[in-house]
């Protein structure tokens, strides 16, 4: 086996059950300087350490240095023992040496920093006991937004009724009310069977993506995007290529971007509309061209709608399958944040269009489906309440309503702090500003979240966790009370009015 470094760098933090987090500290307590970055480089393979960092690796993480430097077995290395004849913590008995489990290589370049190493840092503050004002994940409930009356209601008297499994792709009653859902947007030659619930918009996105890419196919997805797109496309062996969203352009995908990152190898487009992170809404002209691209290059479209019934400005969400009647496009929404009932575990996805396309594609998605059984059946119950009674979300989404005013606030007093811009979200509740890094000298956001977390303790996450390959945004929820907000974004003036990073 080829080990890397990094790779026995990995084991012997897993061995010991550190994080990065935790190796920076007690370098820092030592006296040693060991950056973020570094640590993060080390970690990832892109650079060794020098001869100190490495001695203070070895002995931290109690491995042998020349194990750890070059995968030598000196035979004095814990990690190597265990591939020896076992010590006296590898073995367990009758001379058997304790095997040791390492992830699977898959999982290597996935990132997920929405619940990354920031996050963790922050959980261990709060385990010592500091309170942290969490800007960081679109989990409507914590912040007092509660589901609908009317569907609590329904749920649980359906409960007795919800036990067993229902069909794979979901309840009768669930998918016809997406279906009319579907007719409502106009979403072209939908039937009863091409609709799927889901545990979650979550599930459907990795289901989806498993069943399509073989290694090296190429899928085209936004930066800056919801990472588990790229997650998911790359855990199933594709090759994730971002186009860019541009800023200057209320954060529209570039098309000229889009279209020179397109090879023989790509299958698919994904946009998010409306965006997260960016709170972009995306007109008909700007979905149209999408639509042109994939046209012209005989592409899937897979369009994450979850926010769509959080349009502010008196704007329409228009679905790009819509306009797509010739293609072949999936359609994901659910009720984790119109319903706000994240936690139910909801979503779904509609196929559409040219389904001959994709006869073969769409046999995959079935026996992905059909091997998880079902979505959960107490959730799928009270779709047809949630999407046919009042919508209540859209009280919150007007002047006066919270997610409105809530929007407003943020956005003015973010554009108050020198050094900050941003483009104003059209909805979903998410901003994602821009930092002068000039004035900051900001080379690496993770370090810049991870400062404010420790001076301010507030969590939000930088730009890189959506892969956005520039140090020089962050998002922001604004989902807490104006109150919240407004403590929060004292804080975050204050911490800018003094930041520059070494
Ligand atoms: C763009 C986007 N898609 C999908 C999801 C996942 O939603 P669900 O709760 O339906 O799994 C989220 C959650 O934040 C999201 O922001």
Redesign the pocket.
Known sequence: MNETFADRLRSAMARQDKKQVDLIRAAAEQGLKLGKSHMSQYVSGKTIPRAGILHFLAQTLDVDEDWLKDGKNTGTSRSCRREDNGTDNDHISGGITMRYFKKSSKLNNVLYDVRGPVVDEATKMEEDGTQILKLNI?NPAPFGFRTPDEVIYDMRRQLTECEGYSSANGLFSARKAIMQYAQLKKIPNVTMDDIYTGN????L?NLCMSALLDDGDEILIPSPD?P?WTACATLAGGKPVHYICDEQADWYPDMEDMKKKITDRTKAIVI?NPN?PTGALYPKEVLQQIVDIARQHQLIIFS?E??DRLVMDGEEHISIASLAPDLFCVT?S?L??SHMI?GF???WMILSGNKRMATDYIEGLKMLSNMRLCSNVPAQSIVQTALGGNQSVKSYIVPGGRIYEQREFIYNALTDIPGISCVKPKAAFYIFPKIDVKKFNITNDEQFALDLLREKKILLIHGGGFNWHQPDHFRIVYLPRIEVLKEAMDKIKDFFSYYKQA
Do not use: Q, W
């Open positions: 679109g979650g918009v979550s599930e996105i919801y588990l998010i997260n994450d979850i926010y994901f659910g984790s944040k994240a575990r909801i979503g």
